[in-house]
């Protein structure tokens, strides 16, 4: 499989991986041979990089934290609580609890491996997608910085639920009134219900504070924010940088770790951003880019260790005996070549 940009995705060719909706229910399944109409669809709804299969890179596997099964029930689970809210319903947290027991229990399993976003976004599941990014990465955060499992399922639960003040009708991020903010909001929904800790409340609560005290609602110093709301404001932050369109695009992995180091020690904490960047693939498998050596290539392996330095396939075209001369580069062996650019 490749990841490329939408712009370079051609008809005839086959989707890599299954899209879904917001609410779990799938929209174009994994194999099928897109059209032009396909193609012109998921534009329309806000995708902007897929897997495409690549007879050159069908042995290339996505090694996933979460299982697909579970990530679209989970969704599933987050679309009828946050419809509950919607409608001005009591919401029922113990679907939410069952999901997130299965959620962590693969996260466990799998925390050796390097997450890399690459569920694709619709503007209907982007809501889903995001609480669910934000909640691995906490997990594995916090799974790196040695929470028992206890602190890690109160955590889990806490990132799901950060930004579930936006649902609410009343919510106002512009209002001058700092309780229309979704974060308020968000802690006033949360705190009333009894059989979720206070804890969960707070990283609604807190999770746009800032570690210089500059943060929103109650701009608090870094040593008043619980440990929760800090490391969800970190998997949160990231999440949004990949999903921000102020640069005229989606900011890459490696663009936005760096931005990320650049907020460690005002915006975020210092050590949980250096924990993250420890559990985030920098150059996401399936992804082409350049080499320093001029050469272009696909990412085809990660290093747990070495995020920044992953395996490259490098595919050419020998003319003379129509052949393909491949070879893999691996970077945390040929220390003095380096990835250049990403291609999209």
């Not at 308020?184 to 746009?208: D, M, T, Y």
């Not at 608090?220 to 921000?244: C, E, R, W």
């Not at 129509?322 to 003095?336: C, F, G, I």
Request: glycine share 6%.
């Amino acid at each position: 499989m490749r990841y490329v940009h939408i712009d370079n995705v051609e008809p005839g060719q086959f989707l890599g991986r299954t899209i879904f909706s917001g609410n779990g229910a799938v929209l174009l399944s994994e194999g099928v041979q897109l059209t032009v109409y396909m193609i012109t669809t998921l534009k329309r709804i806000g995708v902007t990089m897929i897997y495409i299969k690549d007879p050159q890179f069908e042995d290339v596997e996505i090694a996933e934290v979460v299982s697909e099964e579970t990530k679209r029930a989970v969704m599933q689970r987050m679309g009828e609580t946050f419809e509950s809210i919607r409608s001005g319903k009591d919401f029922n947290t113990r679907s939410i609890n069952g999901s997130i027991d299965n959620l962590l229990e693969e996260i466990m399993k799998n925390k050796e491996v390097l997450i890399q976003l690459s569920d694709i976004r619709t503007q209907d599941n982007q809501m889903y997608v995001h609480a669910l990014n934000v909640c691995m990465m906490s997990v594995l955060i916090g799974i790196h910085m040695g929470l028992p499992m206890a602190q890690l399922r109160e955590l889990s639960i806490g990132a799901m639920l950060h930004d579930v003040g936006k649902i609410e009708s009343i919510t106002d991020d512009e209002s001058a009134d700092l309780r229309k903010h979704h974060t308020w909001r968000g802690f006033e929904l949360l705190k009333n219900k009894r059989e979720l800790s206070l804890l969960i409340a707070h990283v609604a609560f807190q999770h746009h504070e800032r570690m210089d005290g500059e943060g929103i609602p109650r701009r608090i110093p870094g040593d008043q924010i619980h440990l929760y709301a800090k490391i969800t404001a970190v998997a949160d932050t990231y999440d949004n940088l990949l999903s921000d369109l102020s640069l005229g695009r989606r900011m890459l992995p490696h663009e936005a770790c760096e931005q990320m180091t650049a907020l460690a020690g005002t915006q975020l904490d210092r050590e949980i951003v250096i924990h993250f960047l420890r559990t985030v693939s920098v150059y996401p498998t399936g992804a082409s880019v350049k080499l320093s050596t001029k050469e272009t290539g696909v990412v085809v392996g990660q290093h747990r260790g070495l995020p920044g330095r992953p395996v490259v396939r490098v595919v050419k075209s020998d003319f003379s005996d129509r052949e393909l001369n491949v070879k893999e580069v691996d970077l945390a062996k040929h220390t003095t070549v380096f990835i250049d650019s990403v291609l999209l």
